[in-house]
């Protein structure tokens, strides 16, 4: 059974870079069957997309983010990772890491999700 | 990139069917049959309910079915029970990139 889970500072000061990780279990990420993104979710709104890598390296990201956006992926940790810079409050919300399926486009695999707070 | 529409929210109550929608463009619904469905129950992480547009997971009750019209895709439950009630997205795969929709809050009077 794949398992996800996300891990990183809960609080990150404006204008900093916040950085998670998701390490990934019970599969490898290396395989290419799939890819591996993060979602976000602002408190009472909806899921935004960021961005993911394939096992290629190659990465894709939300126009809207793109600019302040790198996913990395650590192989021999079974991990990948998200950096985000220049925050504000308004990057504040639960983020999640999950798996995505190359060739349907589609989320099976999702992590917990954690809550990342940025204030002074 | 603009998030898919959905309507905030629908009811209906047990036993009766609901449809959710979702609207985009020719650059990804209209594009692509590569739409799926998340339901996501209070601070919990979102589950997949239908993928390719209409196709289940194992496991997934078949209650739920998915399909898709042009640039619009939609969810419906059927018979519906208590359990449903949740927030529900739709997500399209959009070339190189990927977009949810709004959210739907279902629920179960």
């Known amino acids: 059974q794949v398992q996800l889970q996300e891990s990183g500072p809960g609080l990150v000061k404006p204008s900093q870079t916040l950085s998670l990780t998701c390490t990934v279990s019970g599969g490898s990420i290396s395989s290419g069957s799939y890819y591996w993104s993060w979602i976000r979710q602002p408190a009472g709104k909806g899921l935004e997309w960021i961005g993911r890598?394939?096992?290629?390296?190659?990465?894709n990201y939300n126009p809207s983010l793109k600019s302040r956006v790198t996913i990395s992926v650590d192989t021999s940790k079974n991990q990948f990772s998200l950096k985000l810079s220049s925050v504000t409050a308004a990057d504040t919300a639960v983020y999640y890491c999950?798996?995505?399926?190359?060739?349907?486009?589609?989320?099976?695999?999702w992590g917990q999700g954690t809550l990342v707070t940025v204030s002074s | 990139q603009s998030a898919l529409t959905q309507p905030a929210s629908v009811s209906g109550s047990p036993g009766q069917s609901i449809t959710i929608s979702c609207t985009g463009t020719s650059s990804d619904v209209g594009s692509y049959n590569l739409v799926s469905w998340y339901q996501q129950h209070p601070g919990k992480a979102p589950k997949l309910m239908i993928y390719e547009g209409s196709k289940r997971p194992s496991g997934v009750s078949n209650r739920f079915s998915g399909s898709k019209s042009g640039n619009t895709a939609s969810l419906t439950i059927s018979g519906l029970q208590a359990e449903d009630e949740a927030d529900y997205y739709c997500c399209s795969y959009a070339g190189s990139s990927t977009v949810f929709g709004g959210g739907t809050k279902l629920t179960v009077l």
């Open positions: 890598i394939y096992t290629s390296g190659s990465t």
């Open positions: 999950a798996r995505g399926q190359w060739l349907a486009q589609y989320f099976d695999y």
